[in-house]
């Protein structure tokens, strides 16, 4: 049985940092970081500087390289900066249990595919707008916080939270927070939970697999 995977929902602006959030529609293009006085020394924080820079670098560059252009560019610097493996775990919750170890790295490799093309079927141009990252992160157990904030021309700015895991270079992001406090994990869970429901591990991996595909063909 095939089972749809609606993996990515939410509003355009906040969609399009989040890679987990998508509607179908255009996403407004972002962003430029705010200039910075000095270099961020906090791991946590480079990471996410670094990710956006990366994106920034795509994003003027993104009629050249088209869409698999882009993801080819996006796939190292996503893959080192999210805790991909993490996230599928958690998204999936208890039932990962029950996935035997091949259906585990399938929706992890699935899962991987479809943020990396969701980021690269979105981010296809660049208009001006600004994002800043907070220096100082904020510690949340053994975890921290790094606190970002999207402005759009004309709009309030939007806070987009990251939770960051682990020590120094290894630091990852496992989930972030839409206007603060919207866990896109939580969101995911409930989403991957129904597909499993209807067709178990192997509708959830099919339905990401294609919805991966239609993203990288521009759909």
């Not at 795509?58 to 996230?87: H, N, W, Y």
């Not at 806070?159 to 896109?184: K, W």
């Amino acid at each position: 049985m095939t089972t749809k995977v609606t993996a990515f929902k939410g509003k355009a602006i906040a969609a399009a940092f989040v890679a987990l959030t998508m509607t179908g529609t255009a996403l407004p293009a972002l962003a430029q970081q705010a200039p910075a006085t000095a270099e961020a020394a906090d791991p946590a924080v480079a990471k996410v500087k670094g990710f956006y820079d990366t994106l920034l670098s795509c994003m003027k560059q993104a009629k050249q390289l088209g869409v698999k252009g882009r993801a080819e560019k996006l796939d190292p610097v996503i893959k080192s900066t999210f805790d991909l493996a993490t996230m599928t775990r958690l998204a999936v919750g208890p039932a990962w249990e029950k996935f035997t170890p091949d259906q585990q790295k399938g929706a992890i490799d699935a899962f991987t595919k479809v943020t990396v093309a969701t980021y690269a079927n979105q981010f296809d141009g660049f208009n001006g707008e600004v994002f800043d990252v907070d220096p100082t992160p904020k510690a949340r157990g053994a975890d921290q916080i790094v606190e970002t904030k999207l402005t759009p021309g004309g709009q309030p700015p939007v806070p987009l939270n990251y939770l960051m895991r682990g020590q120094g270079d290894q630091t990852r992001i496992v989930d972030v927070y839409l206007n603060g406090t919207i866990s896109q994990l939580a969101t995911r869970r409930s989403e991957f939970s129904a597909a499993i429901q209807q067709g178990g591990a192997d509708a959830l991996i099919q339905g990401l697999q294609q919805q991966a595909e239609k993203l990288l063909a521009g759909a």
